[in-house]
């Protein structure tokens, strides 16, 4: 199963399986991870589940589109290279994600 | 005195316990408060509960991905059985209160349509609100739907298969997102609007308009002005078939989808006497006029959140971004804490690919700066009072968006003389006077 490893602004991990198909923002949402708000629920209209994505994972996820792009410029937490909207983020089967939720989404 | 005394021992015999909270409304508001409780530390057991037969969802997604099938029913549920009952939360589905008998330190039993009973020791009421109803000649015809919850969507869903044209009357978000889907869909859809322009009274007029012109130019069929005299049936008799306007003009239509607005569910809050005003009237920090229950999201009118406004405006604000900030101010009050509304509202729609982003409240603006970057597609609208940002719409322009939320909630400003260039970057031109 895929799975991702959620890591909070304070350094408490949280390993959580989903399901391929799935956001990693839906992931965590549904099993109550702090740290994810997601507003908008997925709709790319409320940059509240931003997360920074471990180095050596990147290349397993998709290429920034515009949109999420320009919505990363009005996250809580300012952007860093390595930020992405967890919700524009599938699952695939064998995934193992690793990612850092950051100290405020709001 | 006797009397109550010997009603209360009654009460208690039946009701033994009287311990939790009971949160009436399985809506937004109702998991937010649900959730945030449990971050507080709240420790109570919570019974959160519903009418519909569906574990919590997320409605915003009805209209548009849902209805479309681009996402699952399973991905629009707010959060896993395991959740739930990790957290202590005892989900109750289907149940429909008709009646609540309440004591004067906030506790009481619910009774439900089935007979079943849920006494508390709190309540929270996070109702929501209804849809407003058209009632004219034909509004019984099967065909005639409204897109409010999740049976609605389905029942929609369900229909439009066989459907080839469709009516939306209501000009507003739930009837343009609708509209935009099912065009999408590949049907024939014209969108009656009784007023002069679109989205009534949530956006300002350059807004509106520029949403009139664009789903014109992707070619809806949008009729300002407009309403509909009767719903007429098929051969059949049951079965919509036609929209006949009041003009006599005759449209076909296998689906008519009414959204012209909603009503707050105030009935509980009315039999238990509390004070009511579009809404259940809370103060600052969710109470009821009882000083007990709370109150929350689009049932709720409360004094208005936003920084600056006058004193003594209310508001009732329909919104899943409400929905979540009013039941963190109401989760610091059923915890003994006093904290007030945070953030800016703000508010999204997309329609085609129209992404329509709102930030802040436009009630009482006296100027607008429009930018219109129609190159790149870009459109956003600030609007100003006395020279200071109050808000802003922004259709595929989220940096507008993001720029004027922050500079919102940080109490800066974005000079008016200088934000009509879409070359400029609000941001660079964000002030704190």
């Known amino acids: 199963m895929p799975t991702v490893h959620f890591t909070d602004a304070e350094g408490t991990v949280r390993d959580v399986e989903g399901n391929a198909g799935d956001s990693v923002m839906e992931t965590a949402v549904r099993n109550g991870v702090p740290g994810i708000v997601a507003e908008c629920g997925g709709s ?49 089967d064998e995934l193992e994600l690793f990612v850092t939720t950051p100290e405020t989404q709001v | 005195m006797g009397t109550q005394a010997v009603e209360q021992e009654t009460a208690t015999a039946t ?30 057991h ?40 990790g957290h202590n939360v005892d989900l109750v589905k289907g149940e429909y209160i008709v009646r609540i008998d309440k004591e004067a330190d906030g ?19 996070t109702v929501g609100a209804r849809a407003r109803k058209l009632e004219i000649d034909g509004s019984g015809l099967d065909g005639v739907l409204y897109l409010r919850n999740a049976d609605d969507a389905l029942a929609l869903k369900a ?29 024939n859809v014209t969108v009656l609007e009784f ?26 069929d949008i009729r300002l002005n407009t309403s509909a005299a009767r719903f007429t049936a098929d051969d059949g008799g049951t079965r919509v078939a036609a929209v006949e306007l009041q003009d006599g003009t005759v449209l076909p239509a296998q689906i008519v989808l009414i959204g012209i607005g909603v009503i707050p569910n105030t009935q509980l809050a009315d039999q238990l006497g509390l004070a009511v005003d ?31 406004s006058e004193p003594g405006e209310r508001i009732r604000l329909e919104s899943v971004n409400n929905a979540i900030e009013h039941a963190k101010v109401a989760a610091y009050s059923l915890t003994g804490r006093r904290e007030e509304y945070a953030g800016i509202p703000w508010f999204w729609s997309n329609q085609a690919d129209l992404k329509l982003q709102i930030a802040g409240l436009c009630n009482g603006y006296d100027q607008t700066v429009v930018r219109n970057d129609r190159e790149r597609g870009k459109f956003s609208v600030l609007y100003y009072r006395q020279g200071r940002i109050i808000a802003a719409d922004c259709v595929n322009a989220p940096l507008d968006f993001m720029a004027v939320k922050n500079a919102l909630a940080k109490g800066l400003n974005i000079p008016a003389d200088a934000a009509a260039d879409p070359g400029i970057q609000l941001k660079t031109i964000t002030t704190d006077s």
């Open chain 1, 44 to 92: 790319l209209s409320c940059a509240t589940c931003h997360v920074f994505v471990r180095e050596d994972c990147a290349s397993q996820l998709p290429a920034m589109e515009d949109m999420e792009d320009e919505m990363l410029y009005g996250t809580a937490v300012d952007r860093e290279d390595n930020s992405r909207l967890s919700c524009q983020l599938r699952l695939t």
């Open chain 2, 15 to 44: 009701v033994p316990t009287r311990t939790g909270l009971l949160i009436i409304g399985a809506s937004q508001s109702g998991v937010q408060l649900a959730v945030s409780l449990r971050a507080l530390g709240f420790d109570e």
């Open chain 2, 107 to 125: 506790s009481g039993v619910a009774h439900a349509s089935s007979g079943r009973e849920f006494p508390f020791k709190r309540l929270a009421l």
């Open chain 2, 278 to 308: 579009n809404g259940v009237v809370v103060d600052r920090f969710a109470l009821a006029s009882d000083g007990t229950t709370v109150a929350v999201g689009d049932v709720a009118n409360m004094p208005n959140p936003v920084p600056g």
């Open chain 2, 159 to 187: 229909r439009v298969g066989d459907a080839t044209d469709v009516v939306v009357i209501g000009g507003g978000f739930i009837g343009l997102e609708a509209a935009s889907s099912l065009q999408k869909m590949g049907k």
């Open chain 2, 46 to 85: 919570i019974t959160l509960l519903g009418d519909e037969d569906h574990r919590p969802y997320q409605r915003p997604a009805l209209s548009k991905e849902f209805l479309q099938g681009t996402v699952e029913s399973e991905s629009l549920i707010f959060r896993s059985n395991d959740y739930w009952a």
């Open chain 2, 195 to 220: 007023g002069p322009r679109l989205v009534g009274r949530a956006v300002g007029e350059e807004t509106a308009e520029y949403f009139l012109q664009a789903h014109r130019s992707r070619g809806l």
